[in-house]
């Protein structure tokens, strides 16, 4: 069974920065198309960054080049580089993963980790 676990989550002021990572158990990383995610409270959940299977990546325009998203294979695990953080940015961040998703739409995505907070203040 797949399981996520997210960290690297925490507060940090306008400006700054933090690195996510998210580890993957149970299978094998390398064939799993990655995603982070991300919901505000009140607000539906949004993709922020994907990576696919072959190490292609996707952002959203929001992120406009302050976000990096890479994989390590070899250490079944997904990073989320945040720089220049804005207060917008706070939300909590999820990690998602799926073999068979050619979308980067939230409900597509099978295996889920519980999110980790990030919190921007002004």
């Known amino acids: 069974q797949v399981r996520l676990v997210e960290s690297g989550g925490g507060l940090v002021q306008a400006g700054g920065s933090l690195r996510l990572s998210c580890v993957l158990s149970?299978?094998?990383?390398?064939?799993?198309?990655m995603a982070w995610f991300r919901q505000a409270p009140g607000k539906e959940r949004d993709f922020v960054a994907g990576?696919?299977?072959?190490?292609?990546?996707y952002y959203a325009d929001s992120i406009e080049g302050r976000f990096t998203i890479s994989r390590d294979n070899a250490k079944n695990t997904v990073y989320l580089e945040m720089n220049s953080l804005k207060p917008e940015d706070t939300a909590v961040y999820f990690c998602?993963?799926?073999?068979?998703?050619?979308?980067?739409?939230?409900?597509?995505?099978?295996?889920w980790g519980q999110g980790t907070q990030v919190t921007v203040s002004s």
């Open positions: 149970g299978r094998t990383i390398t064939y799993y198309r």
């Open positions: 998602a993963a799926d073999r068979t998703t050619t979308t980067w739409s939230p409900s597509s995505y099978d295996y």
């Open positions: 990576i696919r299977s072959g190490g292609t990546t």
